[in-house]
């Protein structure tokens, strides 16, 4: 089924819209799940709260794209859990597994720096900023947070690249950043 | 909280999600350049690299070469109607290694099999004044001043971290086949744009010089001149 034809069954609270939705974006919706939370009971039960959300959300919300609509929520109760969890310390800080950040991203400061800019205009606008490729990458990685081995492997790149890709662009967001700030 | 980063990436629109989820990739494919050399830096592993015929048989007269920094070289003669594979054992301690061909080759690169390779298509430009060479008397000047476009679309393959070493802009001297070093430049974002160094002859002569410029976004080359001064 369609993307439109789901949301329209949204639209008309018809309950066949989360069994479609699920049947078409579940194994998707799962991967980020996994690997923000791991594939334990909270990932189960973040998965509830996705489609939950879906059903609360549309309407009024009419995605254009239900897919990328449905992964935003999917990352976003992720990582509510996964804040929750790391308040109670019952989890391992997700940051670990990426070592490559450079501790200006990983700090107190840059909390601070995102708390004094508009942070998602001004991060879309960096995102623009990127040549497509740079971008996709940047955002497997950090958005979907995808391994180097995985993206060398989807994109048929070498992991060389994928790590030189993703170093330009985070010295360019540092820079930015820094930029806009001081603005 | 150290995620903050991570979860201020949720913030990216919909639409960009929906660019990666729909994105496919493509081969990487160098082709048609009259020279072409592939630096390969602080590698160690095994390169793969295929060479294929895009042109007429008679143009395989003349093998690829490459060169590694400690000076060891072999040769490669590709097959004239089929794709060959070079297997090519980068030593620990080459900086960078140079692969050169004519236009009649294709070379597609496959470094997969390497977990640190950063490689750059590199391009030499010799630098001749109307006569072909430099005359210098001892203690004569130089100046060299390269333009680069910081934003220039290229190849987007650039060196990794930690491996950005001798991979970028050089000037040098041309001894016959040889590439003597003068000045590497490492461009980066704070560079204005503009790159100049000066180089006294040490002894009277004719002078060959040449800047060895890769196809990055970053050291894209807009113009070079070079002028006696002294």
New interface residues.
Partial sequence: MDDEKIVGLYFARDELALSETEEKYGH?LKSIVTKALGSGADADECMSDIYLSLWSSIPPAR???L???A??IA??LS?KK??YN?AKKRSA???VS?D??EAS??NDA??ES?KKIE??EF??RF?QSL??????VF??R????DSIPEI?A????????V???L??AR??FI?EIKKEEKA | MKNDFLEQVGTADEKYIEEVLEYRSKKITVSKKKLIAIALAAALGICALSIQSIAAPEAFEDPAVLTDEPGRISTFTPSKHETSYLKYDVPYDSRYTRIEMDENYQAVLDIDSAENFAFNYLEVIRLNDDEGKFSLERGDTVNVRIEIDLEAEGLDDGPVEGAREGVHLTFGRAVGDHLIEIENFQPDDDTDGVLECTYTAPTTGEYEFYIQSGEIPWVHVKSISIEKIS
Avoid: M
Wanted: with cysteine; aromatic share 16%.
């Fill in positions: 998707l995605p254009e794209s897919r990328a609509y992964c935003a990352r976003n990582f996964l804040s790391l800080d997700l940051s990426f490559e950040l991203l990983t840059f909390a995102i942070f998602r991060f879309n995102l040549r497509k490729e740079s971008r996709v955002l497997k950090y958005y979907f947070l060398a989807d994109l048929n790149i070498t992991e060389g690249k790590k030189s890709l170093f330009r010295k360019k820079h």
